[in-house]
């Protein structure tokens, strides 16, 4: 269990620690320990036998469904500001990427930015991030909490082509933060969502917007300073310019392997990178994104500080994910199910496989131990199912997604803010609180996974959602409540043969505040 320390003035959080990100800068950041419900598996899926086998990976003709609807644009301090209960918040996150982006559309963004190339949004002195964040923010976050250097700040800076990190140990109390950016230093918060509401509001947002994990980090850099050396990241960012001014130079990837990368890369000295493709200089309220891959510098003019948050999405969020995802699986049940694939090995393998024996083509031996791995290859095309790597990707998602913000009237209708026992009763209306923070998987049983258990920062490495286990005679009632979302439908119309099973369905939904009841 962790320990509860204040986050800002009017609210209390899980406060958890987190590891430094590498070089690159990256804005996902890692979980220590993480509270969770393990009930189940934790890569549990649906079995083979009731999957589409043979199924093939759909054509990557566009990332993310086109929006066409029109979309009412919210500016990020409105985030939760509509009280009414029965909203859809798919549409509030789509309003949150439309208002940043504005006057870009939705489509313009999806058909010709999103994961090719940047854009810039200028405001010419309009600043609709004015109240978000601000230098005052930051000094509050400080006093307020127990952060630490290395774990939850950075002291850095960019001298003769070298990136230099003066992060002390333990404590990152105001005074020394304050007094190395009086030298020269630049600032990082990393992940403010774990202490910040405001950042916490928005993340959560395009969380549901881009249906993946979200990760932030927040600059404060000296006039005439540059804290971070030129590098790539492996997540897609959006950045806001909350103060000040910033002179943005960005580079082309210097080959196709370096194109929308896996992994972030090392700082690079100046004459790696060539000559910038653009440069340009965001003022308070601009906007930026530029996919994974695009080399970058930044530096705050002679004159003025700058504050900026940067917003990463698309961590290992890729075709090529699903599809190890669904060949992981198909190995898994193939293991399991066939003999084939649990055989040992011949003696003799290594004496006829490997690159030292590839050119050897006459090699009897060796030609007859390729055809029997083509034969098991041909076999494991049998377990493959791109719905059970889907199911896993969506589980990936719920781990990694942060906890629902919830507007005053969604606590008072879930049980985050009822004061005394409640029991649901037949003729109570319910609805889920966000459809996104749910997935029903079906195993042996029906597991419903969900992130309301999630803490505000990014998890570790065996982590698992929080989870509700059900007979499967009660999926079909699970899957009803998902299917009426935003609308809300009676407990006693759920169809589910006995009143009890109505009442244990929507008496778990609501003990882990999944769901809203209409009162």
Partial sequence: ?????????????????????NNSGSTQQKKKKKKVVKKTKPQP????????????????????????????????????????????????????????????????FYDNH??????????????PYKSFFTKDSLDKMLRNNFLKFTENVDVTNYIDGERITLNPDG???????????????SVRLLNPQTFNS????????????????????????????????????????????????????????????????????ENFAQDEIGEP???????????????????HQAVSPKDVHSLHITISTYLNNTWGDLVGKVLQRALDVANQECIDFRQGLPRDYTKCLGVINS????????????????????????????????????????????PPFLNQAEKKHSIEDEPNAFSVNLNNRIRLIRSDSIRLVIEDIAVVYHNMDNTRV??????????????????????????????????????????????DIASAFYEKGLIMIEK
């Avoid at 029965?86 to 939705?106: C, F, K, M, Y």
């Avoid at 950045?239 to 194109?259: A, D």
């Fill in 359 to 402: 050119d050897d083509v006459g090699n009897e031996r060796r030609k007859e131990l390729l055809d029997k791995v083509s034969v098991l290859w041909d076999k494991l095309g049998q377990y493959l199912s791109v719905d059970d790597g889907a199911d896993q990707m969506a589980l990936k998602y719920l781990l990694d997604s942060l």
């Fill in 458 to 503: 990014f998890h570790q490495v065996g982590d698992a959602p929080g989870t509700i286990e059900f007979s499967l005679d009660c999926a079909v009632a699970v899957e009803h409540i998902i299917n009426s979302y935003p609308n809300y439908i009676y407990i006693k119309d759920l169809p589910v043969d006995t009143d009890d099973q109505k009442l």
């Fill in 277 to 295: 493709y653009m440069s340009v200089t965001l003022e308070a309220g601009d906007f930026m994104y530029f996919p994974r891959g695009i080399i």
């Fill in 171 to 185: 404590r990152a109390y105001p005074s020394l933060v304050w007094k190395h950016y009086k030298e020269g230093c």
């Fill in 1 to 21: 269990m962790t320990s509860k320390r204040n986050i800002e003035e009017e609210e209390e959080e899980d406060i958890i620690s987190q590891e430094e990100d």
């Fill in 45 to 108: 899926l649906t079995k083979h036998a009731n999957s589409s086998h043979n199924q093939p990976v759909p054509k990557p003709t566009n990332l993310v469904p086109k929006k066409k609807a029109e979309v009412r644009e919210i500016n990020i301090n409105d985030i939760g500001a509509n009280e009414l209960s029965n909203q859809d918040h798919r549409v509030e996150a789509d309003g949150v990427l439309a208002g940043l982006i504005s006057p870009t559309t939705l489509d313009e």
């Fill in 198 to 265: 405001n950042v916490w509001k928005v993340c959560a947002a395009l969380q549901t917007h881009f249906q993946c994990g979200m990760g932030a980090n927040i600059y404060l850099t000296p006039a005439g300073a540059q804290g971070f050396a030129p590098h790539y990241d492996d997540v897609d960012v959006l950045i806001l310019q909350l103060e000040g001014k910033k002179e943005w130079r960005l580079y082309k990837p210097r080959n196709e392997g370096e194109t929308l990368p896996k992994a972030s890369s």
């Fill in 114 to 127: 999103f994961g090719v190339k940047e854009l810039v949004v200028k405001r010419n002195g309009n600043n």
